[in-house]
């Protein structure tokens, strides 16, 4: 079983849906939650990050960590054409450290 | 500022000869991270240095991969007798310290295309 499992989608929406993305895990060491939006030929970057289950909210996003069922989730509300880019959750914490464990990106295009 | 910087940007070389990538962390920045991101397997650790501490290599692949930092700074990731297998794109990240709370900060990416 991976540490990490990420539908790889690809997602494409109409611009202003709403755009909900997942991840499962199974290390229960993991207590460093991530996301990472990539867009295409460049560095990942950080967008969201939190250590708690709950909610936290920035802008249009939305970073939902549920511990209890190892699963997490991103929400972005009135998705724009550029937020068009591939989304990787990541994890970190336990014997790993600072390194971080990342879901194979789920590839999202939001069309005018 | 400068963020991280890699270089080559891409790499295309025939199977079997070594290939030497580098990476300029963010200046100040103490812990240095090499990932791969590749189709089938997604975006991988490597390695990573923090300060003059032992690297973690436990991510490392096989023997014919290996890492080192200089004075702190730049690193560089030799792969010797590269086969098709390491076609991917090798991506460096820096961050404040090895501690998860710290933003790792990562760069373009040198693509490697071994034919």
């Known amino acids: 079983q991976k540490e990490v499992e990420q539908d790889p989608g690809p997602l494409s929406v109409p611009e202003g849906a709403i755009v909900s993305l997942n991840c499962t895990y199974s290390n229960s060491a993991f207590q460093y939650f991530m996301w990472y939006r990539q867009y295409s030929r460049k560095g990942p970057e950080l967008l969201m990050y939190?250590?708690?289950?709950g909610n936290k909210e920035d802008g249009r996003f939305t970073a939902q960590v549920d511990k209890s069922s190892k699963y997490i989730s991103l929400f972005i509300r009135d998705s724009q054409p550029s937020d068009s880019a591939t989304y990787l959750c990541a994890f970190a914490g336990g014997t790993s450290y600072g390194k971080l464990t990342f879901g194979q990106g789920t590839i999202l295009t939001v069309h005018p | 500022g400068a963020g991280v910087s890699q270089s080559p940007s891409n790499k295309v070389t025939e199977k079997g000869k070594d290939v030497e990538l580098r990476c300029d962390p963010i200046s100040g920045h103490t812990a240095l991270y090499w990932y791969r991101q590749s189709l089938g397997q997604g975006l991988e650790f490597l390695i990573y240095?923090?300060?003059?501490?032992?690297?973690?290599k436990s991510g490392l692949p096989s023997d014919r991969f290996s890492a080192e930092r200089t004075g702190g700074s730049v690193s560089t990731l030799t792969i010797q007798r590269t086969q098709q297998e390491d076609s991917a794109v090798y991506l460096c990240?820096?961050?404040?310290?090895?501690?998860?709370?710290?933003?790792?900060?990562f760069g373009p990416g040198t693509r490697l295309t071994v034919t």
């Open positions: 939190t250590y708690s289950s």
């Open positions: 240095f923090q300060g003059n501490s032992a690297p973690d």
């Open positions: 990240a820096s961050s404040l310290g090895a501690q998860p709370i710290y933003e790792q900060y």
